[in-house]
């Protein structure tokens, strides 16, 4: 029998995480300068990440992370230009956009360039170009530069809407114009906008087999396929037969492989219920089952699991058999 908790501290705080809007997370180079002082386009900097900080738009990386980071790839100004660095390092800092700028006197004025660059592609997202008399006329527009820059960068017409096939043939039910890191099992992250679930139910098993858990897992966004790694990592006795998790990793479709896919967590499984079940028809044959989340139960019980006939959330061993549906993500 199923021992359930539930309380309306934790629908609350499961609805919170899992419609908070994501924001970008942007690094911000230090600015270059030709024959302006170096002191003065270090204060430039420090005043640009601050303002463009406060336009609430973006998530900004500290400075210190940045060049501890930069330090340890050995990465130079020059390596803009080299898109496969770029990315690592914007990998690194799991970062999706990188700011760059340049203060450049020519004459009697100051010309300042600011580009905000994909750290996937390294394609410019958008720029700006400002001519000066001097750095405090750079201050006072400063502020409308953040704000129109981290409009600019973030205006990306989306691909697929919920309810649409995806590339790998689920059911799209999360979509995101600010794209939302999903972390691996190897410790790296990837950069997506999109979350898609198997058309079909996988079948009907336990969450591990009969070993006891001893990992970590988390409950949110993007949360879900370095759970399904630690999952399948701690059960050493794993098969498709005993393991939800290793169930959705063996998944896959025309388009996709094993690996692909993944359990989801708990914040991800609710987004499922909520974006094409609650309220609608059951046209994706959910048929009002409980779904086996990758989000371990913070109490007596196995993991975290849903139940779609109104989308209710508790515990359940885990030895209990309950069904599985697997989850994709991905990016433009």
Known sequence: MKKLISTLLIATLALLCGFAEQKTVTVIVPFDSKGV??????????????EYA????AT??????????????NFQNTDWSNAEKVAKLGESLNASQVIVGQLLKFREEIITTIKVVDVNTTEILAGKTERVKDVAQLFDKIPAICNELADSSRKTPLKFKIGDIGPGGGIV???????????NGDGTSQMCNFLEVSPIDLGTVSWISSAKFNSRTSDGLGAGMINTYNIIKSDTNHSVA??????CNQYYT????KGDWYLPSKVELDLIYQNLVSGKTDKYNFNGKWFWSSSAHYGNYGAWLQR???GYQGGNNESGTDSVRAVRAFSY
């Open 242 to 247: 005993n393991n939800a998790a290793y169930l």
């Open 60 to 73: 900004v990386v500290d400075r210190n992370s940045f060049e501890k980071i930069r330090a340890q790839q």
């Open 37 to 50: 002082a170096s002191d003065e386009a270090d204060i430039v900097t420090e005043y640009f990440i601050t």
């Open 254 to 257: 025309e388009t996709t492989k």
């Open 54 to 57: 406060a336009t609430g738009k």
């Open 308 to 310: 779609f006939s109104d």
């Open 173 to 183: 039910f999360y979509v995101s114009e600010i794209a939302f890191p999903v972390h």
